[in-house]
Nanobody, 124 residues
């Protein structure tokens, strides 16, 4: 079975940085697409970044310039480096995978097949 386990969340002050990790297991080969989502209390889950196995990546406008998605293919770990965090970035952050070669960060969550349990990021 595919398993995704996020880590690296925490509490930071505005302007701070965090690096989230998502360890993927149970795959044969590399997932076609991996992405980061976040969900704040009372809000919909929103995609913020994606990374395809061909290297293509994309970011939501709300976070562009402040986050970087990357992957250690040898160890199947997805990362999200976040900088200049603001209170509006407070949310549970999830990683997800999709088998769609056209996947992007702005696809609906139902397009993603596997999800982790999330890691909380609080900025205050």
């Amino acid at each position: 079975d595919v398993q995704l386990v996020e880590s690296g969340g925490g509490s930071v002050q505005p302007g701070g940085s965090l690096r989230l990790s998502c360890a993927a297991s149970g795959y044969t080969g590399n997932p076609v697409c991996m992405a980061w989502f976040r969900q704040a209390p009372g809000k919909y889950r929103e995609g913020i970044a994606h990374l395809l196995n061909n290297g293509d990546e994309g970011y939501a406008d709300s976070v562009k310039g402040r986050i970087t998605i990357s992957k250690d293919n040898a160890n199947n770990v997805l990362y999200l480096q976040m900088r200049n965090l603001q209170p509006e970035d407070t949310a549970m952050y999830y990683c997800a995978t999709s088998s769609r070669s056209d996947c992007t960060w702005n696809l609906v969550p139902s397009a993603y097949k596997s999800w982790g349990q999330g890691t909380q990021v609080t900025v205050s």
